[in-house]
């Protein structure tokens, strides 16, 4: 017979599977409170209750006490020494599996999952992990994890175009760091959710406030999240009309930051870094080119599909402004046979550039009519800059 908590597990798992409640299971041969202490591993069953069980479940006493899978415990040990897709699938089918167990152990392996989730650009999937992660949290009463899975569920938020839900949920992890004077890590990486989606939300005021903020707090130290402090801060100033400032930050983060740490977000840096040189006047098309060159050397090693399409978006941006609109537009189009990986973001500036091309190719019509449609789109998801960006091009666009 399976020792506590295994058999209190497979317990609940048989019952759950079967709809029955507490009461429907025990029936009149066993007390709830009882049935409830042994599928929480409180008490050890006796061959009496498994038989009892066994026959109210229409399950032999063997097969009540087989085990059907590994605990967590297990598929996290069994996850370590594994990368990438093995062991986010490991722990994703350990997680359905497992109920009732340590809640700082699911935590462990939910943060993991919300991470690997991440890197594949699944946001939907990775924003459900981290909503748990919240409630985990509080739930275990430690304000670190709680702020920690706030503050990626804002970002992640950001990336699903739910701008307005992003605002309050970075408000919310960087009120809670302060308030608990939480480690600086913690802050920081609060203040890294919240300058980015208030300069999604267009309150660009605000976020130069809370950007002064960060590069405070990670000043003098060096990494990953030094190196995503600099690159938020970047495009805040970008936004804020800044550009030399932003060009310095990002030179500062790609000279200052090793790939070998993270060669994801080495690759990163270089494609913000393309876009904002393709954002100069005039566009520094040299720079760019050779920037992005460096991002496709290293797509063997640490690419995927939606870098590949962030790739074939600023070769397309770069084509649009070396005046080569055919190409532009042919590179565009072959976005069209991938899944669609970007964050709501990018999908809309890459939109915005595909009609751009059209007004540069002379068909103002099209390109107006679904530049409005688009504003419309960005408003209601609450882009503010965005909104603002694709109404000046309409209006420059009808003036010319």
């Known amino acids: 017979m399976l020792e506590q908590p ?8 048989l019952r759950t599977e079967r709809g029955l409640t507490l009461s429907a299971l025990a029936g009149e041969g066993m007390s709830t409170g009882y049935l409830s202490r042994l599928e929480s591993g409180a008490r ?6 498994v038989a009892h069980l066994a026959a109210q479940l229409g399950v032999s006493p ?21 990368t990438g897709d093995e062991a986010g699938e490991t722990l ?109 939300a267009g309150r660009l005021p605000e976020a130069g406030r809370y950007g002064d903020e960060l590069l405070a707090e990670v000043e003098g130290t060096s990494g990953t999240r030094w190196a995503e402090a600099l690159w938020t801060v970047a495009s805040l100033r970008d936004q804020q009309g800044e550009t030399e400032t932003a060009t310095k930050l990002m030179d500062q983060a790609i000279r200052g930051f090793d790939g070998r740490d993270d060669l994801t977000l080495w690759m ?17 098309t040299d720079s760019a080119r050779r920037r992005l060159a460096e991002v496709e050397a290293a797509m063997p090693f640490a690419g995927t599909r939606a870098t590949e399409q962030l790739l074939l978006t600023l070769r397309a941006r770069l084509a649009f402004h070396e005046g080569r609109t055919d190409d532009a537009l042919a590179l ?69």
């Open 332 to 400: 565009l189009d072959q976005l069209d046979g991938f899944n669609d990986m970007l964050s709501y973001h990018d999908r809309i500036r890459t939109t915005i550039l595909r009609d751009r091309v059209l007004l540069a190719q002379g068909k103002r019509e099209e390109a107006v009519a679904d530049l409005r449609a688009l504003a419309a789109d960005t408003e209601a998801s609450g882009n503010m800059g965005l909104t603002a960006e694709i109404w000046r091009l309409v209006a420059e666009s009808l003036a010319g």
């Open 62 to 82: 063997a097969e009540l006490a087989e085990s059907t899978g590994t605990s967590l415990a297990q598929s996290m040990t069994l996850a370590t020494g594994l």
């Open 6 to 13: 295994v058999f209190g597990r497979r317990l609940r798992q």
């Open 268 to 284: 990163g840096l270089r494609i913000s870094a393309s876009r904002l040189d393709l954002r100069q006047d005039p566009p520094h």
């Open 92 to 200: 994703t089918a350990a997680l359905k599996a497992s109920d009732g167990e340590d809640p700082l152990l699911r935590w462990q392996a939910l943060w993991r999952v919300a991470d690997w989730r991440r890197r594949r650009q699944e946001y939907a999937e990775q924003r459900v992990c981290l909503e748990e992660l919240v409630a985990l949290g509080a739930t275990i009463g430690l304000p670190e994890l709680e702020a920690r899975a706030l503050a990626d569920l804002a970002r992640c938020l950001r990336s699903l175009g739910e701008i307005g839900d992003a605002v309050d949920t970075a408000t919310r992890a960087y009120d809670l760091a302060r308030g608990k004077d939480l480690p600086s890590h913690v802050v920081a990486s609060a203040l890294l959710a919240l300058v980015s989606v208030l300069v999604e």
């Open 44 to 49: 050890q069953p006796t061959e009496r209750a």
